[in-house]
């Protein structure tokens, strides 16, 4: 199973330009609202232009949030900058207090805009007077945080934007879930306040259909051929945000930058070792993702980057080239293999030769992985019988001659196969709580450089982090 954005050329990068607001709202922390830390707007420039120098493909979604990021005193600079970089769209995520004369001014730069109404503080005349300087095309979504504790309030508020919204399309009123993010301790949603909460739509219609692409991303739950809308509000509802021992793309697909100019790959790394600091200029890029250990994915745009809890998880970065290739196949020819047999001494259909004597540049290539492995090999195959390995957790799978797709199956009964190793020269880390089968006896021989891990990748983190 993934989760995926319907465009996957998408790259969320979160910046919390500020640690001071002009709110104090109850559920808010005073290192949200009352910091003295900023950024400078040379050193996200210095950022985004090596984000954008490291891959000219993708289209850069950039959040500017805080505090409250629309008093940092360089706004300007940084939106007229950022807008003049052509794959980039800005949007904020803002309390919207500016006055309306600023915004009119401010949305020339924006792609689209986030409000966040709070209670305590909300002039919802005001919103909608920002709301309507915007340009029609440009998506704006109104998030009416859902206080347990304050329903009915929130509720006449959330009631009073839409119906002073309601003739502009490309604005919508999103319900902003508390969670235990926030620091309301009984915020439990009666069964009723749920009941409502997932029945949103029913009170407060969708309006015409907008692109909401520039300020968020639509994403989807699919499993093989089924595919279906992952909505993030109710997925936290729902308990559908776990994604514990899932492959999770922060990093690749977004990352954060605080306020003190420290990169995080996603909002839950935040008190971990990071990517780098801006404000120092030295920032790595991971190649591959992360294990999930996290007990919820909380943020809304930790939500929004990739996650996989496949049986393979392609290496683009560890493939082999051509080249490489080729001498790890001609290797292979000159050397004996014997059949494998199974602890019960069947013969399950794979040969294989141990430890085989390799190049130098194999042992650097994986030299981040080798240590952490059981052993290595090489492979060969034209027909498997049913089986699960039990001697290795997990390995790294690299096809040195292109054939047919291998055919994983859930269980020995199962007709669909959930997941086929394409031999198309990628990398594949293959977990193995999965039942294999290759069930042609008349194909040509296939063969595999492989390396074995002890431990099964879904649980090891500390080799799959490594680039
Ligand atoms: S507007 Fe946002 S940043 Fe400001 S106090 Fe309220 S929750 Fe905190
Ligand atoms: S909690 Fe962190 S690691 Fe887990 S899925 Fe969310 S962003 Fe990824």
């Keep these: 199973m993934k989760l995926v954005q319907e465009d996957e050329n998408q790259y969320i990068l979160e910046i919390e330009l500020t640690?001071?607001?002009?709110?104090?709202?109850?559920?808010?922390?005073?290192?949200?609202?009352?910091?003295?830390?900023?950024?400078?707007?040379?050193?996200?420039?210095?950022?985004?232009?090596?984000?954008?120098?490291?891959?000219?493909?993708?289209?850069?979604?950039?959040?500017?949030?805080?505090?409250?990021?629309?008093?940092?005193p360089q706004i300007d600079i940084i939106l007229e900058e950022l807008y003049n970089r052509k794959i980039v769209n800005v949007h904020f995520v803002t309390n919207g207090s500016r006055p309306v004369t600023w915004w009119e001014n401010a949305q020339k730069f924006l792609a689209g805009c986030i409000f966040s109404i709070h209670q305590q503080y909300a002039k919802p005349q005001h919103i909608i007077n920002v709301c309507n300087v915007f340009d029609d095309h440009k998506p704006l979504e109104i998030l009416a945080m859902m206080d347990p504790n304050n329903w009915d309030p929130a509720l006449n508020l959330a009631t009073e934007l839409y119906t002073g919204l309601k003739d502009k399309n490309n604005c919508r009123i999103v319900k902003k879930i508390i969670d235990d993010r926030n620091n309301i301790t009984d915020g439990i949603?009666?069964?009723?306040?749920?009941?409502?909460?997932?029945?949103?739509?029913?009170?407060?219609?969708?309006?015409?259909?907008?692109?909401?692409?520039?300020?968020?991303?639509?994403?989807?739950?699919?499993?093989?051929?089924?595919?279906?809308?992952?909505?993030?509000?109710?997925?936290?509802?729902?308990?559908?945000?776990?994604?514990?021992?899932?492959?999770?793309?922060?990093?690749?697909?977004?990352?954060?930058?605080?306020?003190?100019?420290?990169?995080?790959?996603?909002?839950?790394?935040?008190?971990?070792?990071?990517?780098?600091?801006?404000?120092?200029?030295?920032?790595?890029?991971?190649?591959?993702?992360?294990?999930?250990?996290?007990?919820?994915c909380n943020c809304l745009t930790d939500l929004q980057f990739r996650k996989f809890n496949d049986s393979f998880v392609e290496l683009p970065h560890l493939s082999?080239?051509?080249?490489?290739?080729?001498?790890?196949?001609?290797?292979?020819?000159?050397?004996?293999?014997?059949?494998?047999?199974?602890?019960?001494?069947?013969?399950?259909?794979?040969?294989?030769?141990?430890?085989?004597?390799?190049?130098?540049?194999?042992?650097?290539?994986?030299?981040?992985?080798?240590?952490?492995?059981?052993?290595?090999?090489?492979?060969?195959?034209?027909?498997?019988t049913m089986h699960t390995d039990l001697n290795r957790k997990s390995s790294l799978t690299i096809p040195l001659n292109i054939v047919t797709p291998t055919?994983?199956?859930?269980?020995?009964?199962?007709?669909?196969?959930?997941?086929?190793?394409?031999?198309?020269?990628?990398?594949?880390?293959?977990?193995?709580?999965?039942?294999?089968?290759?069930?042609?006896?008349?194909?040509?021989?296939?063969?595999?450089?492989?390396?074995?891990?002890?431990e099964p990748f879904i649980e090891s983190k500390k080799w799959m982090t490594v680039n």
């Design 19 to 72: 640690t001071n607001c002009n709110y104090r709202c109850y559920y808010c922390t005073p290192n949200l609202y009352a910091g003295k830390t900023q950024l400078d707007y040379k050193d996200i420039l210095w950022y985004v232009d090596k984000l954008i120098e490291n891959d000219n493909t993708k289209i850069y979604n950039i959040r500017l949030l805080g505090g409250e990021p629309t008093f940092h």
């Design 189 to 296: 949603y009666t069964d009723e306040q749920k009941k409502f909460l997932l029945n949103w739509n029913d009170s407060f219609p969708r309006k015409r259909k907008h692109n909401r692409s520039k300020i968020s991303s639509t994403l989807f739950l699919k499993e093989g051929k089924d595919k279906i809308k992952y909505r993030i509000m109710d997925a936290k509802l729902t308990n559908k945000d776990v994604f514990k021992g899932w492959l999770c793309n922060a990093g690749i697909d977004g990352s954060i930058i605080d306020a003190k100019g420290n990169v995080h790959k996603s909002a839950c790394f935040r008190h971990k070792k990071g990517m780098g600091n801006i404000k120092i200029k030295n920032v790595n890029f991971p190649s591959t993702g992360i294990i999930c250990d996290k007990n919820k």
């Design 320 to 384: 082999l080239t051509e080249e490489e290739r080729a001498e790890l196949y001609q290797i292979q020819s000159s050397l004996n293999y014997i059949a494998y047999d199974k602890p019960k001494g069947v013969h399950d259909g794979n040969y294989i030769s141990k430890n085989p004597k390799l190049p130098s540049w194999v042992y650097d290539k994986f030299k981040n992985i080798i240590k952490y492995s059981k052993s290595m090999l090489f492979l060969k195959n034209k027909w498997t």
């Design 407 to 454: 055919n994983f199956y859930e269980t020995y009964t199962s007709q669909q196969p959930i997941a086929k190793l394409f031999h198309n020269g990628s990398t594949f880390l293959q977990n193995n709580e999965i039942i294999h089968q290759v069930a042609n006896p008349s194909e040509n021989w296939r063969y595999f450089f492989q390396i074995n891990f002890r």
